[in-house]
C-alpha cells in the first residue's frame, strides 16, 4: 500500500506541476499583452504629443514648407524637440501628411538642383573634387524625390515585327538552300575527257 500511495502522491504532484506550468504560461502571455498594450498606448502618446509639437511650431503646413525650402527633417525634428523618426512617424500617420511630405520634397528638389549649381558654381581648383560630390548628392537626391524633373529618365526602344515579312525573308532562304543542295547534288552526265 505505501508504494501505492507514493505513486498516487507522484501523480498528484506531476499534476499539480502540469497546473503550476500552465498557470505561469497564462501570467506570461497576460505580461505579453500587457507589454505590447503598453507599447501601444506609449506610440498614441507619443503621436499625440508629436502632433501638438507641429501645431505649436506652426503646423504642418510651416513644417512642409520648410522641407519645401530644403531644410533637412533632422535639423527640422531637431528644433522642433523631437526625433525624425518621430516626425516621419507622424508624417506616414495620414494620407493627408503623406502627401504634403511628397509635395515638399518635390519643391525641395528644386532647391536641391538649385544648390548644386551654386556650389559647382563657386568651386575653386582646390574645391573641385569636394563640390563635385557635393552637387552629385544633390543630383541624385533631386532625382529621387522629384523623378520627373531630375531623374534619369528611360529611354523606351520601340521593336515592331512584321510577321508576315519575316515568314517572307524565312521563305527565301529555305528556297535558297534548297537551290544550293539541289546545285551540290546534281551529277554531272558529261563524260569528263581527260
Do not use: C
Amino acid at each position: 500500500m505505501s508504494d501505492e500511495k507514493a505513486r498516487d502522491a507522484e501523480i498528484s504532484g506531476a499534476v499539480a506541476g502540469g497546473a503550476d506550468v500552465d498557470e505561469e504560461e497564462r501570467a506570461l502571455r497576460e505580461a505579453q499583452g500587457a507589454v505590447v498594450e503598453m507599447s501601444n498606448q506609449k506610440r498614441r502618446d507619443i503621436a499625440a504629443i508629436v502632433n501638438k509639437v507641429v501645431h505649436k511650431f506652426g503646423g504642418p503646413d510651416t513644417v512642409f514648407s520648410l522641407i519645401a525650402d530644403g531644410k533637412p527633417i533632422t535639423h527640422l525634428a531637431r528644433d522642433m524637440g523631437i526625433t525624425s523618426l518621430e516626425f516621419y512617424a507622424w508624417a506616414e500617420k495620414t494620407p493627408e501628411r503623406r502627401r504634403g511630405l511628397a509635395h515638399a520634397r518635390e519643391l525641395a528638389a528644386h532647391r536641391l538642383a538649385e544648390q548644386g549649381l551654386e556650389i559647382v558654381d563657386t568651386a575653386t581648383p582646390q574645391t573641385a573634387n569636394l563640390a563635385n560630390i557635393q552637387s552629385k548628392y544633390r543630383q541624385w537626391l533631386a532625382g529621387k524625390w522629384n523623378q520627373q524633373a531630375y531623374g534619369e529618365q528611360k529611354q523606351q526602344i520601340a521593336v515592331q515585327v512584321n510577321m508576315n515579312q519575316a515568314h517572307l525573308m524565312a521563305s527565301r532562304v529555305v528556297d535558297h538552300v534548297h537551290a544550293v543542295n539541289d546545285e551540290n547534288n546534281t551529277v554531272d552526265a558529261a563524260p569528263h575527257n581527260g
